[in-house]
């Protein structure tokens, strides 16, 4: 890595965590509707493994997406816009704070029930390897809440019967909503439940961004080489409620203060410190730029227009289709685009 | 033309078009080594290979959710679940991943997958086994929802599904996989999704119907005509999206009509078409519009119990009698 990698990867962090924390004040503004979870930190995660993923690595996650968004290399405009259901959102306001997606930069959304992007993922590997897209992986992320659910297992399953590549990567952040993990699940080690199918596994830590970096590289390379799914699950924390909407009286606030302290943006500047790759100046040159990238974002987003209402009707379907308006059929088609 | 049964109709479909495109690609349970259920894929693992003729876990929401990854890539997998019962183990991944996907993310997903099931009850496999819940996926916007009533339009229409760019629900009627017709033998047959179809022109009352209803119908207007009743048959062919003009069309003639469906009546595909025929055609209603559908149980065993409960040609006969007569 150079210098400039990895101020870019810190930038990244520090711009995910300052796009969560604007959309946390749009949304109590009433800008941002429906539900609207944060991914404050887990930022390690997403970084981590978007920076060591290749081109032909195929991403797609659930809900808690917008980390996921930028660290697919979607512009932190496009992202914003999105939030504020503007046409230049990458969903052009159709999809919203649960369904990102770019397929230009191989990322496939963005899936807001709970597992039921596993199967699909595990059909993303299946469609790579019947076309032979040699090298490609897919790696899937999914929370810890999602591991009770039958997709879960139906999609690991398919993927170890059928020798399909993928990552599957359960971003164990300890709570399914309120729920905490040994509330829900008969394992509290989700490593575990991989053992079930055959499938190899290991529990990482999430939190220092350089050895999710180092521990996923490896894991890709072994499936690149060996083929096959293997499953890791990543210890990670979000500091915010499930959503905006959370109470919060499943953990004490001492509890967030512990994981505070292991802050995966403080971790790293550390490290950059530490080992002489950068200057607070310098990092805190790099906040600034992510303050101002960010803050152009939400610019963007206010001034990009609501979608015509045209587009209510269009993408129902990919080939020209009639549709209805309240009774009455369209007297043109829905454009099929 | 080539005489034959319809399901040696669907499986010529199926054939043809994974001979002329091989990102075409058959999964579900027991299509392969087995023959499939229904035997519609018998033969094809020895000619195509397990890469596209796929045996599934028994897993209805791996083999859905499967399918519209793969789609998603660009391969274009055909789905079979054994029985339309299994979809509701799928629901999830028919009408909240297949039917939004294309719209929730903008046009930037594409799904070109077929969903294959059996519908239909008579064959005394009990209450779960033999449900006709056609409606309940016609429900939803961004799912085509087709059902072929004749050997020919099972062919046409399937391959013209299989070619589409949109996920299809094809769904098929096990009692009709016997039935048989003249069916054209180009590889390039194609019938247009989303058109009902005039199956018999008639002036005096007019019987919409799809699958199973449609030779029923038929008989049922054959009845009639001994009697000097002249029945118009429109085929829907396709539920999701309704085409409703030769409906109209035939009604403007008629000024009666019978809806034909396999499934229950509330809620269902008669419901739907009768309203519509009083919103697009008031003016032109001599008679209110009759349904005739399944007895609002779940389906017995018992094989006299169960023919009861399902419509009859008996039944869509006594209804064209009905809005004619009174």
Request: with cysteine.
């Amino acid at each position: 890595m150079e210098k400039k990698d990895y101020f870019d990867l810190y930038r990244e962090m520090v711009i995910i965590r300052r796009i969560e924390e604007r959309a946390a004040e749009l949304y109590q503004k009433g800008k941002i509707g429906g539900f609207l979870h944060l991914y404050i930190g887990q930022e390690a995660v997403s970084a981590g493994i978007g920076s060591v993923r290749q081109p032909q690595d195929r991403l797609i996650t659930a809900y808690r997406d917008h980390g996921w968004a930028i660290s697919a290399g979607i512009d932190p405009k496009v992202v914003m816009a999105e939030l504020l259901g503007k046409v230049d959102g990458c969903s052009q306001g159709k999809g919203g704070s649960m369904h990102m997606a770019d397929v230009e930069k191989n990322f496939w959304g963005g899936h807001a029930i709970v597992g039921a992007h596993i199967p699909i993922a595990a059909g993303l590997a299946l469609g790579d390897v019947y076309q032979g897209n040699k090298d490609a992986i897919t790696i899937c992320m999914f929370g810890d809440g999602a591991t009770n659910i039958g997709f879960f297992h139906e999609g690991l399953n398919l993927s170890k019967v059928w020798n399909l590549p993928v990552l599957w990567v359960c971003e164990n952040n300890m709570y399914g909503m309120g729920t905490s993990i040994d509330r829900a699940s008969a394992v509290s080690e989700i490593r575990q439940k991989a053992e079930g199918y055959g499938m190899p596994n290991e529990r990482i830590e999430g939190m220092d961004v350089m050895q999710v970096r180092e521990d996923v590289a490896r894991v890709l390379e072994v499936i690149r080489k060996e083929g096959g799914p293997y499953l890791l699950e990543i210890l990670t924390y979000r500091y915010r409620g499930h959503s905006m909407g959370d109470p919060e009286r499943y953990r004490g606030k001492d509890e967030v203060k512990k994981w505070e302290a292991e802050d995966p943006i403080g971790i790293f500047r550390r490290y950059l410190i530490n080992e002489g790759i950068g200057t607070e100046e310098e990092l805190d040159e790099q906040d600034a730029q992510a303050e101002e990238i960010v803050e152009e974002a939400v610019d963007f987003a206010e001034a990009s227009p609501d979608p015509e209402d045209e587009a209510l009707f269009e993408h129902i379907y990919a080939e020209p289709t009639p549709v209805e308006y309240r009774g009455y059929a369209l007297s043109q088609e829905s454009e099929g685009k | 033309m080539a005489r034959m049964t319809m399901r040696e109709a669907i499986s010529r479909a199926l054939w043809e078009e994974m001979e002329r495109d091989e990102r075409v690609f058959i999964m579900g349970e027991e299509v392969g080594v087995w023959g499939g259920t229904y035997a519609v894929t018998k033969g094809f693992y020895d000619r195509f290979g397990e890469d596209r003729v796929r045996d599934t876990p028994i897993a209805e929401a791996a083999i859905v959710g499967g399918a519209i990854g793969a789609a998603l890539t660009g391969a274009r997998p055909i789905a079979e679940l054994m029985t339309i019962n299994f979809a509701f183990v799928a629901m999830d991944h028919i009408v909240n991943e297949a039917a939004k996907l294309h719209y929730m993310f903008a046009g930037q997903f594409k799904l070109p997958l077929v969903i294959r099931a059996v519908s239909g009850g008579g064959r005394q496999l009990g209450a779960t086994h033999s449900q006709t819940p056609d409606a309940v996926f016609a429900h939803f916007p961004g799912l085509k929802v087709v059902s072929p009533g004749t050997p020919a339009d099972a062919k046409g229409l399937l391959k013209s599904a299989i070619r589409s760019d949109d996920p299809v629900l094809f769904i098929e009627n096990a009692t009709l996989y016997q039935s048989k017709g003249e069916v054209p033998e180009d590889e390039d047959y194609l019938e247009p999704l989303g058109k009902s179809k005039v199956q018999r022109e008639g002036d005096d009352v007019t019987i919409v119907a799809y699958s199973k209803m449609v030779p029923d119908a038929l008989k049922a207007a054959e009845r009639l005509a001994e009697e000097g009743i002249e029945a118009e048959v429109v085929d829907l062919r396709s539920l999701r999206p309704l085409d409703m003009d030769p409906v109209i069309a035939s009604f403007k003639r008629t000024n009666r009509a019978v809806i034909a469906e396999e499934g229950w009546r509330s809620y269902g595909v008669g419901s739907e078409v009768a309203a519509r025929i009083y919103e697009l055609a008031f003016d032109f209603v001599d008679a209110p519009v009759k349904r005739v559908a399944q007895a609002e149980v779940p389906l017995p065993y018992n094989a006299k119990l169960e023919q009861l409960a399902l419509p009859q040609v008996e039944d869509i006969y006594h209804a064209a009698k009905e809005v004619i007569y009174g």
